[in-house]
C-alpha cells in the first residue's frame, strides 16, 4: 500500500469488503447479481453500495434483503470502507469526479 497510489492501508481482516457505484440501467442488476449470487468466502457482506438516487439504493435494499446491501451517504465512504469498489458511472465527467472524492477521502486518512 506504501508505493500504491490512493491505496488504503491493509485489511485487518481476511474477507473483502465491496463496494458498487451507481446504480443505473447497468449498474442496478450487477449490484443485485453481486448481492445475491456471489458465494464467496472471502467476500463480507453486506454489499456497500453508493448512488446519487438513494430511492434507488433503498429499492434495491428491500430487493435483496438488508443483510445483502448497506447503503452508504458518500463516495468517500467506499473509499475508507471498501477494498474493491465497482463502478458503472454514466460519462467521463462524472467518473472523474467520482475519482477525486476517492482520492481526496483516502489522502486525508
Not at 451517504?73 to 477525486?100: S, Y
Request: hydrophobic share 45%; aromatic share 6%.
Amino acid at each position: 500500500a506504501d508505493g500504491i497510489p490512493f491505496s488504503r492501508p491493509q485489511t485487518p481482516h481476511k474477507e473483502l469488503v465491496l463496494g458498487f457505484a451507481g446504480l443505473g440501467a447497468m449498474g442496478y442488476p450487477m449490484a443485485r447479481n453481486i448481492a445475491t449470487r456471489l458465494a464467496s468466502p472471502a467476500v463480507q457482506f453486506p454489499l456497500r453500495v453508493w448512488t446519487r438516487s438513494t430511492s434507488k439504493a433503498e429499492h434495491l435494499a428491500k430487493e435483496v434483503g438488508p443483510s445483502k446491501i448497506k447503503i452508504v451517504e458518500k463516495p468517500e465512504d467506499l473509499a475508507l470502507e471498501c477494498d474493491i469498489i465497482i463502478t458503472n458511472l454514466a460519462n467521463d465527467e462524472i467518473v472523474k469526479g467520482i475519482f477525486q472524492q476517492f482520492a481526496t477521502a483516502l489522502t486525508v486518512r
